[in-house]
């Protein structure tokens, strides 16, 4: 007898959209994560916001309870039409609520061992003996064999590196010259965001770039530099004048982009820096190299920002997050390989599990390479979530099937929400249809 109706390994967009759909939908869901809380990019790499997706997205109802639930907490705000401005502390919190609204059984500080194939399916997997869990007072207290071994119908790897695909040895689809450059966030607290908002405002006159919005007596902004020279950069000048008094790097400022956060009025969150050294991610010396180098970066772009942005001068580093925001890695054979041709081309699909207009964005290691290319709504079938080497296992987040160009596209948050959910349904129809056979 099955322990479980689903498993989903890893506990970060994709994994806990999937979790929570299957769990709202009858089934029982185990959801495992290797950190001690869930959220993955949101939280561990303080990816915020969620990027806006376009107007006609589908599989929706998790994103909509996650704002629902931030909203409760103070921990949400709505900024230039995109409800996605999450509190990554807050959400942490909000995520716990939602799996235990959807009995979601979740596993935390809990890494998987091995895997147990037959044939075209995965029989059991093996976990580390020691784990923190969490039991919902919905299920019965479980037997002392599922400190080792689980058994379910369906499994999903939602761990971002396909870490379970290639345990069960799947064929992959990712090249090593096909990479992006990987970041790591940080906030830095103690801002007088009021008297930064005023400065910025009038500094920087390009509404494409920098926004500035009070909400309810809260200032939202965002702004942004870069070293390609694309645009007209107000910034620009500040970021040369660094380097040349030695106060940063040149390769400091190859991306930098910062935002408020919702909840946090003296908090200033950074999408940066972007490191272009190391971005082999498989790699454990190539990721320890980047954490490293990123961590120097980090204290020299925050000693820039008190030097040469008014309301920064009290201002302290607050948090740095504890992951790597990685763009691409393992990307898994599926029994549909999704391209760049399929999203410009729009190609309708039969089972769509995502919709979405977020743009091919390819960050580049070289000056004036990386790709932007705006594109109209294109769909993200089902089969691109199926493996095509095992029948019960499942892909869901960056770690799909798709080619270089196109996972570019739909490695974003929203997406990741929406192919979790479509996914989490399609197991719910599978397990309904057999139910009545």
């Known amino acids: 007898m099955y322990k479980f109706d689903v498993v989903v390994i890893g506990g ?14 009858g089934l029982k869901v185990l959801l495992i994560e290797k950190s001690i809380h869930l959220g993955g990019t949101i939280t561990s790499a303080l990816v915020v916001p969620a990027m806006k997706c376009g107007e006609h997205q589908i599989n929706t109802e998790f994103y909509e309870a996650l704002v629902a639930e931030l909203k409760t907490m103070g921990g949400q705000a709505t900024y ?17 609520n939602l799996m235990r609204k959807a009995a979601v059984e979740v596993f935390f500080d809990t890494h998987i ?32 064999d599922l400190s080792e071994y689980i058994e379910a119908k369906y499994y999903i790897d939602a761990t971002g590196n396909c870490e379970i695909g290639k345990l069960c040895n799947c064929e992959f ?3 090593k010259e096909e990479q992006q450059p990987v970041s790591l966030r940080f906030l830095m607290g103690g801002v007088d965001v009021p008297k930064f908002a005023k400065w910025l405002e009038e500094f920087d006159k390009n509404r494409n770039v920098t926004t500035v919005e009070d909400i309810n007596g809260f200032i939202h902004l965002s702004t942004a530099c870069t070293w390609d020279k694309d645009k007209e950069w107000a910034l620009a000048p500040l970021f ?62 925050s000693n820039f920002c008190k030097i040469y942005f008014p309301g ?29 041709d399929d999203i410009i081309s729009g190609k309708k699909f039969d089972h769509p599990v995502a919709i979405s207009n977020y743009p091919i964005d390819v960050h580049s ?33 960056r770690c799909i099937s798709a080619d270089f160009m196109a996972q570019g596209a739909i490695r974003v948050q929203a997406c990741c929400f929406s192919m979790g959910v479509g996914l989490g349904k399609y197991l719910a129809e599978c397990e309904k249809s057999q139910d009545s056979v």
């Open 365 to 397: 290691t070289e000056k004036g390479k990386s790709t932007l290319r705006i594109v109209k709504d294109y769909q993200l079938p089902l089969e691109s979530l199926m493996s095509a080497d095992i029948d019960n296992l499942y892909a869901a987040g």
């Open 173 to 175: 689809l990712d090249k």
């Open 12 to 25: 970060g967009t994709a994994g806990c959209a999937a979790a929570y759909a299957a769990g709202m939908a």
């Open 113 to 144: 061992q091995d895997v147990t194939v037959q044939g075209r399916r995965i029989m059991r997997i093996k976990i580390s003996k020691e784990m923190l869990s969490v039991y919902n007072e919905t299920l019965e207290e479980i037997d002392k």
């Open 240 to 301: 040369e004048d660094a380097v040349q008094k030695k106060i940063l790097k040149k390769h400091d400022w190859n991306y930098f982009q910062i935002f408020t956060v919702a909840g946090m009025p003296t908090n200033i969150a950074f999408n940066c820096p972007r490191i272009i050294d190391y971005t082999d991610t498989i790699k454990v010396k190539n990721m320890s190299k980047a954490l490293q180098l990123a961590r120097r970066s980090i204290f020299r772009l």
């Open 80 to 96: 230039e039409g995109n409800e996605g401005w999450f509190n990554p502390e807050l959400t942490k919190i909000a995520l716990d």
């Open 312 to 340: 920064f001068e009290k201002a302290y580093i607050s948090n740095i997050a504890d992951m790597l925001g990685i763009r691409v890695s393992r990307r898994i054979k599926g029994k549909y390989v999704y391209t760049a």
